[in-house]
């Protein structure tokens, strides 16, 4: 039986499955709408498309290293008692080593593409829910490389609520490079260095900075100087190099990688759910709206 384009709609309005799922669930039930809706139900896809509105705004980071290549990323759940499954603990694992097997570009190219299942990583991810019960999303991950002489430094701040990954040139010292990860996860710096910052974020701070001495009614011929003092003191709350070092704040950053013969290459910090808007459910509308039902 020909399978329609209308046939694929109809099924995705009633189940909210992907087209290419509904379109493979009529051609394996050759048509039968209703079989194709057993069949995605049973797949786990149906049940995990009725989920897609929720808001996944917990979850865990991950960091896997292979030689010279290694992945951070983010996998949301919706609650952090699922955050905690050691079925979700194992999807992240999974998926870790598949991206840095494959080292898709995007999440979007990473959820197409095929594992050695057979099944892309979009289903793998759907079959999980099926068996939780709750919506998992693979949020964001980076794939990065060093070389020999380099280091990888990772480290996962309450059992992955925040993750970090760092590179140091010029040095093997892992303990060092995860010295250094640890500091990143506490103190959260935007920047490896002032290099980094864009002349127009420095102007605006400047520009901010001169009106804030201005209305404290500071004299104009010291305003300049002060205005300086407080941008160094601005770079240092978001540089990484400019930075008190966590563990001997006597010693800046800069100094304690200088220190072991490395410089700082690169950072990736993740700390789950940031960015993510979360809805504040009225838990009693909630259970009244499931009653309801």
Not at 159 to 165: E, K, Q, T
């Amino acid at each position: 039986m020909a399978i329609t384009a209308q046939m694929v709609k109809e099924l995705r309005e009633k189940t909210g499955a992907g087209m290419m799922d509904c379109k493979k669930a009529l051609t394996e039930t050759n048509g039968d709408m209703d079989q194709a809706i057993d069949y995605l139900r049973e797949k786990g896809i149906a049940k995990a498309a009725k989920k897609a509105d929720r808001i996944a705004a917990e979850g865990l980071t991950a960091v896997v290293t292979n030689g010279n290549e290694a992945v951070i990323l983010e996998v949301n759940s919706e609650t952090d008692f699922v955050a905690k499954n050691e079925g979700f603990k194992t999807l992240i694992g999974e998926l870790g080593q598949f991206l840095l097997a494959n080292k898709p570009a995007t999440v979007e190219e990473a959820l197409t593409a095929t594992m050695d299942n057979g099944n892309t990583v979009e289903a793998h991810i759907n079959s999980a829910i099926a068996k939780i019960g709750e919506k998992l999303t693979l949020r964001r991950f980076v794939v990065v490389t060093k070389n020999d002489a380099d280091s990888f430094g990772s480290y996962l701040h309450m059992g992955g609520r925040i993750g970090v990954l760092t590179v140091l040139e010029g040095t093997t010292d892992e303990a060092a490079a995860k010295d250094v990860a640890m500091h990143i996860a506490a103190i959260n710096p935007k920047y490896v260095s002032r290099d980094e910052v864009s002349a127009e974020e420095t102007e605006r701070e400047r520009e901010i900075l001169t009106q804030q001495a201005l209305n404290e009614g500071k004299p104009e011929n010291i305003v300049a100087k002060m205005v300086e003092g407080r941008l160094s003191k601005y770079f240092q709350d978001i540089c990484l190099l400019d930075q008190p070092f966590v563990k001997n704040p006597d010693q800046k950053v800069r100094d304690f990688v200088k220190s072991v013969g490395g410089t700082v290459k690169s950072f990736v910090r993740y700390e789950v759910g940031e960015g993510i808007e979360k809805r504040q459910d009225n838990f009693a509308e909630e259970v009244m709206s499931q009653v309801k039902k």
